[in-house]
């Protein structure tokens, strides 16, 4: 790869800091907090000798269980510069799935802040460490994780059994500069650096495995198609965990020199506010955050001309709020990005320059160095213009693999370094790719396949319509149907028969969803995508379809 950045993780933050020492790093204003990049850079340094100090080494997998606070970014950067893997958990986590995660990662230090919405984080580790409370701190020896030595909390207080992030600092006192120095230098870009667990929509999670050199390029070329520059400031209300914070965020700023602007857990009213008291220039999100925003009612108190890009991911845009986001937040650059974790994650992206149509109704074209195909989902067959099948890519984006799991490993990636996405798509002769759906969410109704996303882009035209998920349940006569959750927007009501209505005559009659249900919410990952198999599990129970599977 030509243009490829040579940097590691902690190597392209040092870069920053000698080429643009005093520019804004991370911003949070709510805690009056304001690195440059310099001091930011100097920062990771300590809290990497603190680690080092701590008796981590490189290759080891340190598991960040917190959301977006300031020193999730610090971990991100100081981890990498001594080459510890960072093992990135989701923040709606519970005990069982934080003890799948510590287990199969093998994770040897934890990092935890007090908790998240429900769940109290450091009450669920000592459920699942069960030697925790009453361990020495640093001598951590659990039965269950024989991996894990040492739990670090993020917060003011230090709960039994663990230390506190503040201590690392002055630990690394400890450890002289040439010490680092002789760590950083036997680092390799291609090392694993980084490993999150997909959002487990189906089957047990898998650790994805991405290099510096994933990562590092990735980011670069994300910030590239938005045109970043050091004079761009991003509000990243996105979760760092998900590759959406910390690669489409975190990243896409720090090659560029650009200014990160995190908010630490998501409401309407938090971005609206941050974009505007800090001039932000970019804006991220999934579709279903821009929706919260364009609808929050204090939506035109904030000032945000300041506005220029960003990317709305993580699950299908719909159109309609793609073109209030350009219109009414005036993000005129806005730009949509797709992929997966295993692809570092972005795969195609919109330009700020596309016609307005290309950013509607494509996900872009593949970035620079990355080939994308689609290929017949049965004999496997490259597929010209025009044609739906599989998604596939191949390049420097391409994950190490899932940890500890070959076979699945060798499922996802072909013989000839090929990734293989389970998503449908149809490629122009440009390259620009839309996306139709999931092989495995293609809705069979008597012979005729049914792409929910068709049905789903079809009712958001209407004007009652706030979002729409469109998904299979069973049926003993046709095999499937399709069934429609439909959220409205405030102050309407709508029939189950007026939906119908609204559907015959415009499109298939075999694609009118043959259920209709009016929802308040869908179940989400913590990353904003929407769960379809459990609004499917509900459906199920609901109409009593359990012997029609």
């Known amino acids: 790869m030509a243009d490829a950045l040579h940097y590691t993780v902690g190597g392209i933050l040092e870069e920053m800091g000698r080429r643009f020492p005093d520019n804004d790093a991370l911003v949070y204003p709510d805690r009056?907090?304001?690195?440059?990049?310099?001091?930011?850079?100097?920062?990771?340094?300590?809290?990497?000798?603190?680690?080092?100090?701590?008796?981590?080494?490189?290759?080891?997998?340190?598991?960040?269980?917190?959301?977006?606070?300031?020193?999730?970014?610090?971990?991100?950067?100081?981890?990498?510069?001594?080459?510890?893997?960072?093992?990135?958990?989701?923040?709606?986590?519970?005990?069982?799935?934080?003890?799948?995660?510590?287990?199969?990662?093998?994770?040897?230090?934890?990092?935890?802040?007090?908790?998240?919405?429900?769940?109290?984080y450091v009450e669920t580790a000592y459920d699942v460490v069960a030697e925790l409370k009453d361990s020495a701190v640093g001598a951590l020896d659990c039965a269950s994780l024989p991996c894990l030595k040492n739990v670090v909390y993020i917060g003011d207080t230090t709960p039994a059994g663990m230390s506190n992030f503040a201590e690392l600092e002055a630990l690394g006192e400890q450890i002289s500069d040439a010490e680092l120095d002789a760590v950083k230098a036997t680092l390799d870009e291609h090392d694993v650096i980084n490993m999150q667990y997909t959002s487990g929509t189906t089957g047990f999670p898998k650790g994805v495995m991405l290099t510096h050199y994933n990562i590092v390029n990735n980011g670069y070329?994300?910030?590239?198609?938005?045109?970043?520059?050091?004079?761009?400031?991003?509000?990243?209300?996105?979760?760092?965990?998900?590759?959406?914070?910390?690669?489409?965020?975190?990243?896409?700023?720090?090659?560029?020199?650009?200014?990160?602007?995190?908010?630490?857990?998501?409401?309407?009213?938090?971005?609206?506010?941050?974009?505007?008291?800090?001039?932000?220039?970019?804006?991220?999100?999934?579709?279903?955050?821009?929706?919260?925003?364009?609808?929050?009612?204090?939506?035109?108190?904030?000032?945000?001309?300041?506005?220029?890009?960003?990317?709305?991911?993580?699950?299908?845009?719909?159109?309609?709020?793609?073109?209030?986001?350009?219109?009414?937040?005036?993000?005129?650059?806005?730009?949509?990005?797709?992929?997966?974790?295993?692809?570092?994650?972005?795969?195609?992206?919109?330009?700020?320059?596309?016609?307005?149509?290309?950013?509607?109704?494509?996900?872009?074209?593949?970035?620079?160095?990355?080939?994308?195909?689609?290929?017949?989902?049965?004999?496997?067959?490259?597929?010209?213009?025009?044609?739906q099948g599989e998604l596939c890519c191949r390049g420097y984006l391409v994950m190490k693999g899932y940890y500890n799991m070959p076979e699945a490993t060798a499922l996802a990636i072909d013989r000839d370094d090929w990734l293989h996405t389970g998503d449908l798509a149809v490629m122009d002769e440009n390259g620009y790719c839309k996306i139709t759906g999931r092989i495995k969410n293609m809705i069979i109704r008597g012979g005729e396949n049914i792409y929910p996303r068709e049905i789903e882009e079809f009712l958001y035209t209407h004007p009652a319509v706030s979002d729409v998920q469109v998904y299979g349940v069973p049926d003993r006569k046709f095999g499937e149907q399709a069934m429609a959750a439909i959220k409205l927007k405030d102050g309407v009501s709508l029939s189950e028969e007026e939906i119908k209505s609204f559907c015959k005559g415009r499109i298939a009659n075999f694609k009118i969803p043959f259920y209709v249900k009016f929802v308040d919410e869908y179940p989400m990952t913590a990353s904003g995508k929407i769960q379809k198999f459990k609004l499917r599990e509900m459906a199920i129970a609901d109409l009593q379809l359990e012997d029609a599977d």
């Open 32 to 120: 009056d907090l304001r690195y440059s990049y310099e001091q930011f850079n100097a920062l990771c340094d300590r809290v990497a000798k603190g680690l080092l100090a701590m008796g981590v080494k490189k290759g080891d997998n340190l598991s960040i269980w917190a959301t977006n606070v300031p020193e999730w970014v610090v971990v991100q950067f100081a981890s990498a510069k001594i080459g510890a893997v960072l093992v990135t958990v989701n923040t709606s986590y519970k005990s069982s799935e934080l003890d799948y995660v510590l287990k199969q990662s093998d994770s040897k230090l934890l990092f935890l802040v007090s908790g998240f919405k429900d769940t109290d």
């Open 221 to 387: 070329n994300i910030g590239a198609c938005m045109c970043f520059t050091e004079k761009d400031r991003l509000c990243i209300p996105v979760p760092f965990f998900h590759c959406f914070g910390c690669v489409l965020g975190v990243l896409a700023c720090v090659t560029h020199g650009s200014t990160m602007v995190p908010v630490e857990t998501f409401t309407p009213e938090a971005v609206l506010k941050t974009v505007a008291v800090e001039k932000c220039t970019a804006l991220h999100g999934v579709p279903t955050m821009f929706i919260a925003e364009l609808e929050f009612p204090g939506f035109d108190q904030y000032d945000l001309s300041s506005l220029r890009t960003g990317i709305m991911a993580g699950s299908p845009c719909p159109i309609e709020v793609m073109k209030r986001v350009i219109s009414d937040m005036n993000a005129s650059e806005i730009t949509i990005a797709y992929g997966q974790t295993e692809a570092s994650p972005v795969i195609t992206q919109t330009r700020t320059d596309d016609p307005i149509e290309l950013r509607v109704a494509t996900v872009g074209r593949a970035l620079p160095d990355v080939e994308v195909k689609i290929v017949d989902i049965e004999t496997g067959e490259t597929l010209s213009a025009g044609k």
